[in-house]
């Protein structure tokens, strides 16, 4: 096994990570291992990492507040886009990696490491997500990926490892769903989850962490009015704030009232199907809110075409491609879709559900003068008729030779 000097070592304190520590320093004798986390809203997760970092055996602990930008270059250009992956999937884990991966890149080269080290098997997407953005950024570097090469088999494995190094954990063999948390959404994927003819628990105590089960919402409907600029959400119920504070009160409103559970079955990068189950409160709401107010402010032509490109651009994202040349492409087309897509729009969350209650727009391409049913002196309904006469000429003459045959 090739030796290094410096292990950059990609850490969450998570179950793969805290066993990769000590398994880095038993198998590259005498390499510094530098651990980095990266803020992107993970929150109580953070909590007490570098004790147990530094106690397990990395020489210090990076932890990278990338929050502002995690929401403004990652979050907030997919959310004009439109972008999902297999319709539902709104990226949380997607756009979170390819941030991730490089701001660990740019310390491993201020660091001069040697490698860096990634706690993804060998069946996932983050890999390519995570080794993509290492090309784009350290594309010399070496990558480690334990998975790929060490003797343990499954997470049942780790866990006796780290318990026979005294390893803390804050999982148990009843508990270790395999979960990513970040400010956009959580997942939650394993144990009974990996069979999708299984219901998941979502009133067991402690499963969902964002909100609560539709079921278990309150019997009011709550309301929230959202205001964008140019396709960005910039304030709630007339209150302006920046993007993580927006998100974080959303997540908040929305789990209150059980808006924003999906389970999901989706197709893995790497070919395997695979289920969830997402936590994504204030990314629901966002989306609806968000194609709400194009309907008004969109031209049918655009609006139809960007549909393909949000198509696209998920995929992108889902496959780990942020930093491309296509992306930075379709970036420029979203951006000139949304010129126009500024208003409010007015939502109703009651056990789960996200209803339409009002959307107004400055910029608004309806008409009511030209949409109405009562009399109007804008719209000459005479003109239709030559419209379809002509619309439909294709289809009568086909119809005519069928018949002269």
């Not at 594309?139 to 060490?150: D, G, V």
């Not at 309301?223 to 993580?244: H, N, Q, R, W």
């Amino acid at each position: 096994m090739r030796q290094y000097k410096k292990i950059v070592l990609m850490y969450s304190g998570g179950l793969d990570t805290s066993v990769m520590i000590p398994w880095l320093k038993e198998n590259y004798e005498g390499c510094e291992v530098i651990a980095v986390s990266v803020d992107v809203g993970q929150a109580d997760e953070l909590e007490g990492l570098e004790e147990k970092a530094l106690k397990t055996g990395a020489s210090k602990l990076y932890i990278e507040d990338v929050r502002e930008e995690f929401v403004r270059d990652f979050i907030f250009p997919t959310l004009k886009a439109g972008a999902r992956y297999e319709r539902d999937y709104l990226l949380g884990t997607s756009f979170a990696r390819p941030l991730i991966a490089k701001r660990v890149a740019e310390i491993a080269l201020a660091e001069g490491a040697d490698a860096i080290c990634h706690g993804c098997t060998g069946k996932g997407n983050d890999q390519v997500r995570f080794e993509l953005t290492f090309k784009a950024f350290a594309p010399e570097m070496e990558i480690i990926a334990p998975w790929r090469i060490w003797d343990l088999k499954s997470r049942e494995d780790e866990i006796a490892y780290a318990e026979a190094r005294n390893i803390p954990l804050k999982i148990n063999r009843e508990t270790n769903y395999s979960k990513d948390k970040n400010l956009w959404h959580l997942s939650h994927e394993g144990l009974d989850l990996e069979d999708p003819a299984n219901e998941p628990p979502y009133r067991k105590p402690g499963f969902l962490e964002m909100g609560v089960s539709p079921e278990q919402a309150p019997d009011t409907a709550a309301y929230v009015t959202i205001s964008f600029e140019k396709g960005i959400p910039v304030a709630l119920d007339g209150v302006a704030m920046g993007g993580v504070e927006l998100i974080a009160r959303l997540n908040e409103l929305g789990g209150q009232n059980g808006v924003g559970i999906d389970d999901l079955v989706e197709n893995r990068l790497v070919g395997m199907k695979s289920r969830g189950v997402y936590e994504n409160p204030a990314g629901k709401i966002l989306y609806r809110a968000h194609d709400v107010l194009e309907t008004i402010t969109l031209d049918r032509d655009t609006a139809h075409y960007k549909e393909l490109v949000a198509q696209r651009y998920g995929e992108l994202v889902y496959f780990g491609q942020w930093y491309t040349p296509l992306r930075e492409a379709l970036d420029a087309f979203v951006d000139s879709s949304q010129r126009d897509v500024s208003g409010d729009v007015r939502l109703k969350l009651y056990k789960g559900n996200i209803i339409n209650a009002g959307v107004s727009s400055p910029r608004s391409m309806w008409s009511e003068a030209m949409a109405t049913f009562e009399e109007d002196d804008v719209y000459n309904q005479k003109d239709s008729a030559g419209f379809i006469n002509l619309f439909g000429l294709p289809i009568k003459v086909r119809a005519l030779q069928n018949r002269d045959k």
